[in-house]
């Protein structure tokens, strides 16, 4: 019994370090534009899809393909940023949602287009299984352990102390003192929502391996986790996003282990209403960081 | 406003505009005589999707809500209403009230916690209800089959025992749909133009200022959820005795980003826009016979135009067109007088 909890705690872990890096970038977003993007898991399916494109069509090595994809990201995103995400950072919210939501229907169907609706087998990656402190587990997961933590450390250090960090929680605090002190709002608006999207194609692209089958619609519910993580977390916080994925993850993995999978899909949910009731400012929240 | 509420004495416009509404309603009576099979299958289907968007057009374009569950209070009364036509045999005028109470009773549980929060919060709440609908559909099998669906739904029948007067050809159904498309928006229309309707709107304009007029905005904010899923719930069940088959794809969020298309394209906060929205959205691509993956560009450019250039959506622009052409016309005339 113990062992089996164990078990599911590590497999949470996992499942939860995934989430932490598609997250951070839709809490980067937010803190930035105070707006939550809707497309933001569509774009870790455009991550999955694109180095399972380019694995497949250009018959590049896996390696090569996170890159192919990344570069797919930064273009799409760019696009994004300067079309639809700038000239809505001050419109009311529920244009925001609606023109989000839009982005999100249109990648899903151009990816339907291009590729099928059908899922796709994504073979590739480094599939060895490696033991480590006596838990084993494939190369793929230790690789997305430690490019996650490595993003957090960097993440941490950009925003607190470079430049552009300091701008981006500047601007996160208040956007007219900025305007005023001449901060390029618009430069580092694009910043932000660029870096963010980027991370959530890598996270497409580092998962794809390891969930093996990818179709055009698995982005949805990563949306609505990293929202729910974000919340969580308190916005703005960090590394209280990694420890609010890693909990879901958990948490996730416990319920689906022992009370059924039926259940799953509603820990996010329960949590995120949990915390919106009773700690709305988040369970990490010492201050708005940025 | 022409016919801005009861007790104004109509003017001409409400005479031209009902003339137009009774014409509409003869060619749909009339429709069969002269369409296809096809063309019949088309309609009976955006008579149906019209029901979920009206429901969401009560939650957000009159309360000012923007709500992402409707596509789960639509599935969520197709799985009713094919449950009990499957184990209970009710006749369809039970079937229908009973999946709508259901749908309404859920939303009033998720609407307790959910309508507190606002903005960004509000809207995720109701898009995480759909995924948690879907896992449910897919994996509680012993009732819902999980991803096989229930199949064999049997046709809807009004008598009082299973069978009699049952509803199995294409006409019986086009003219079911049809009464009951009818029903729903004179329900509908009943329920904007009460006093509720009004307070409803107040809310939306201004919460603080409504509230101060002793209009209860978190009671009102309620009962519209649950209504808008009672019609969501009744669309469903509707569409079950149709298609005869239910399926986790009915969670899909596809639905609810259609009923919202047709909400947000057609007008929110209008009758007629959501009508116009159901044939544009609904009734004009499967006429085409667009692919789904095609339809589903269609729908995500949509939104993205109206937000950046028609954010009051085509039916009032195409109204104030209207209009323009109108006085335009007036002018031109009055100019040939002089």
């Not at chain 1, 689906?256 to 990490?284: D, H, Q």
């Not at chain 2, 045999?89 to 999946?99: D, E, I, N, S």
């Not at chain 2, 929060?117 to 896992?135: K, P």
């Amino acid at each position: 019994m113990l062992t089996l909890v164990a078990e599911q705690i590590v497999n949470g872990v996992f499942v939860g370090m995934g989430y932490a890096l598609a997250a951070v970038g839709l809490t980067l977003i937010f803190g930035v534009l105070r707006a939550i993007n809707f497309a933001h898991g569509d774009f870790y399916m455009l991550g999955a899809f694109a180095a399972w494109a380019a694995m497949t069509y250009l018959g590049i090595p896996y390696g090569a393909s996170i890159l192919a994809a990344l570069a797919v990201g930064l273009a799409a995103a760019l696009i994004m940023s300067r079309f639809i995400a700038e000239p809505l950072a001050e419109a009311p919210f529920q244009n925001a949602v609606l023109a989000t939501l839009g982005v999100s229907l249109t990648l899903q169907a151009a990816v339907t287009l291009l590729a099928g609706g059908t899922f796709k087998e994504f073979t590739g990656g480094w599939m060895d299984v490696v033991d480590i402190w006596g838990i084993r587990a494939v190369e793929q997961r230790w690789l997305l352990i430690g490019v996650t933590i490595a993003v957090f450390v960097a993440l941490e250090l950009v925003v607190r102390y470079s430049r552009a960090g300091k701008a981006m929680r500047a601007v996160a605090q208040n956007r007219e003192a900025c305007r005023v002190v001449g901060i390029d709002i618009q430069r580092v608006t694009r910043t932000a929502f660029v870096l963010g999207i980027s991370l959530a194609v890598l996270s497409g692209a580092l998962l794809g391996p390891i969930l093996v089958s990818i179709y055009p619609a698995m982005g949805e519910g990563i949306t609505f986790k990293a929202f729910a993580i974000t919340v969580i977390a308190g916005v703005g916080n960090v590394w209280g996003v990694m420890l609010s994925a890693l909990l879901l993850g958990i948490a996730e993995t416990l319920v689906s282990g022992f009370i059924g999978t039926t259940f799953r899909e509603a820990v996010g949910f329960v949590a995120l209403i949990a915390v919106l009731m009773w700690k709305p400012l988040g369970l990490f929240a010492v201050r708005a960081r940025y | 406003m022409a016919g801005a509420g009861p007790g104004t004495r109509p003017g001409k416009g409400d005479f031209a505009r009902l003339a137009a509404i009774l014409a509409i309603i003869a060619v749909l009576l009339a429709l069969p005589t002269f369409a296809g099979r096809y063309h019949l299958h088309i309609a009976i289907l955006s008579m149906i999707y019209f029901y979920p968007a009206l429901g969401l057009n009560l939650i957000y374009g009159y309360l000012g809500m923007l709500s992402l569950a409707q596509g789960a209070f639509f599935g969520i009364g197709a799985y009713v209403g094919g449950l009990i036509a499957v184990h209970l045999q009710w006749p369809l005028w039970l079937t229908l009230p009973a999946a709508g109470l259901v749908s309404a009773v859920i939303a009033l549980a998720v609407g307790v916690p959910a309508l507190r929060l606002r903005n960004y919060s509000f809207v995720m709440c109701t898009l995480g209800f759909v995924f948690i609908c879907e896992s449910i559909s897919k994996n509680w099998v012993s009732v819902t089959r999980g991803d096989m669906g229930l199949s064999g739904i049997p046709r809807p029948f009004l008598g009082l025992t299973p069978g009699s007067m049952q509803i199995s050809a294409l006409t019986g159904y086009y003219y079911l749909a049809f009464t009951l498309a009818l029903l729903g928006l004179l329900i509908f229309w009943l329920i904007v133009r009460s006093p509720a309707g009004r307070a409803m709107r107040a809310i939306k304009e201004e919460e603080v200022l409504a509230e101060s007029q002793g209009i209860d905005a978190g009671r009102y904010a309620l009962v519209g959820f649950a209504l808008s899923a009672l019609f969501g719930g009744v669309g469903g069940a509707i569409y079950a005795s149709y298609m005869t088959i239910v399926s986790p794809l009915t969670f899909q969020l596809y639905y609810t980003l259609l009923f919202l298309v047709i909400v947000f394209a057609g007008g929110a906060g209008t009758i007629g826009g959501v009508a116009l929205g159901t044939v544009v959205f609904v009734a004009l691509p499967e006429a085409l016979r667009m692919a789904a993956d095609l339809r589903q560009l269609i729908y995500g450019l949509t939104f993205l135009v109206l937000v950046f250039v028609l954010p009051q959506g085509i039916g009032p622009a195409l109204a104030r067109l209207a209009r323009r052409a109108v006085t335009a016309v007036r002018r031109q005339r009055s100019d040939a007088v002089d």
